[in-house]
């Protein structure tokens, strides 16, 4: 959806260092996500957020943090602890948090290693 | 927590035939079950979804089924075309909880 922009489309990572990725949505959406996909496979959240200044973890959070500051805005920041960060990082949002409407994705950022 | 399973993983059919893609969950109280089709290097896209106080969705060629008895649901495409191969992904979730649970992806290819 044209609502939902992440950026950079594709990022490296050098050892031991921290990187952000961008996720912008201006859909006025409340509830905000964090997915990994490995190659294959499927999506695995990371990390969701309901509202401003709010977020949890998902199932595979360690070495990464986000934060909420705005209602638009979600980023994702990958950390030198993430020791195996090559994937594909989508970001989604939804209307409400609750689990019953549909979520709608980014573009992705496509992560490697240098 | 919620658990789904999706098969088959790679499915291949000629074009203008159906093909199914079918899913189960684990979680009696998940009510909400939304497909996305992704293209090679796209986002996900939702295609159909379904609530679970029904038991069929249709829109053109792609239907839904959901059976809550046996905790399973289907994605019907009929008469296939070669723009419908794609990776699907079948997704659960339930009211007032925030997570998503997907499946993890059917590769169909349709082969002119």
């Known amino acids: 959806d044209g609502g939902i922009t992440q950026s950079p489309k594709y990022l490296f990572r050098k050892e031991g260092q921290n990187v952000t990725l961008s996720c912008e949505q201006n859909?006025?959406?409340?509830?905000m996500y964090w997915y990994r996909q490995d190659p294959g496979q499927g999506l695995r959240l990371i990390y969701y957020s309901q509202i401003v200044n709010d977020f949890q973890k998902g199932d595979i959070a360690e070495g990464y943090s986000v934060s909420r500051e705005k209602k638009e805005s979600f980023p994702l920041t990958v950390t030198s602890a993430q020791k195996n960060p090559t994937a594909f990082y989508l970001c989604?949002?939804?209307?409400?948090?609750?689990?019953?409407?549909?979520?709608?994705f980014g573009d992705g950022t496509r992560l490697s290693i240098l | 927590g919620e658990n789904v399973e999706q098969h088959p993983s790679t499915l291949s059919v000629q074009e203008g035939d159906s093909a199914v893609i079918k899913c189960t969950y684990s979680d009696s109280a998940s009510n909400y079950f939304p497909w996305y089709k992704q293209e090679l290097g796209k986002r996900p896209q939702l295609i159909i979804d379904i609530r679970s106080n029904v038991g069929e969705k249709k829109d053109q060629r792609i239907a839904v089924t959901l059976n809550k008895t046996a905790k399973h649901f289907s994605l019907h495409i009929t008469e296939t075309q070669p723009e419908d191969s794609a990776v699907y992904f079948c997704a659960a979730s339930k009211y007032n909880f925030n997570k998503f649970y997907f499946g993890s992806g059917t590769k169909l290819n349709v082969k002119p």
């Open positions: 989604a949002s939804s209307i409400e948090g609750q689990g019953n409407q549909p979520q709608h």
């Open positions: 859909l006025n959406h409340d509830a």
